[in-house]
């Protein structure tokens, strides 16, 4: 089983659309393993977009990303970075397809309501960044043994 990190962002938060987002992911068949609600500052932002902070936009996502709390998520599953993040649809929402998160429930390249980890080693950096062990669960889903196949798991 994989994990990946999931940032629910203050749109997604303040447009009430959160339980929308955690349907999809739920009902894919991944696991909530961990979530918690936190308003982030500009410090643990500088980490977590290192690759954008000499862009001339930071400054507005670290005003858009501290404008309300997040919801931090770890989400587990088969391949769960790939499958999130096709799910989560590409940067700029309004190019995102649809059926994605970003093509079905935003319009904006910076609000885009969802972010997850784009491979499995930056998913365990991410998920360290923001998550002890002990606040991380283990449990089984009902369905997990229908949802794959012996051998896929
Ligand atoms: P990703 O979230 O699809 O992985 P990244 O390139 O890693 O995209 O960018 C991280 C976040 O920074 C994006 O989700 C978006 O909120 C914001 N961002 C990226 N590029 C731009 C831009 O050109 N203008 C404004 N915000 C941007
Ligand atoms: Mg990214």
């Known amino acids: 089983m994989q994990r990946t990190l999931v940032i629910l962002k203050p749109d997604a938060v303040t447009r009430g ?50 404008s309300a709390p997040v919801i931090l998520q770890v989400w587990e599953g088969v391949d769960a970075v790939d499958v999130v993040r096709l799910m989560t649809g590409v940067t700029n929402a309004r190019q995102a397809q649809p059926g994605t998160i970003r093509g ?17 080693e930056i998913a365990e950096q991410e998920i360290k960044r923001f998550f002890k062990e002990e606040e991380i669960f283990s449990y089984k889903r009902l369905d997990e043994d229908m949802l794959y196949e012996e051998d896929e798991k």
Not at 43 to 56: A, F, G, Q, T, W
Not at 113 to 120: F, N, R
Request: proline content about 4%; overall charge neutral.
């Open 17 to 66: 659309i959160t339980w929308k987002i955690i349907d999809r992911l739920e009902s894919k068949g991944l696991k909530l393993v961990a979530c918690k609600m936190v308003m982030l500052n500009e410090e643990i932002l500088r980490e977590h977009y290192s690759h954008l902070v000499d862009k001339p936009f930071f400054p507005d996502i670290v005003k858009f990303m501290t």
């Open 104 to 120: 079905d429930f935003a319009m904006s390249v910076a609000r885009n309501v969802i972010h997850a980890s784009e491979s499995p």
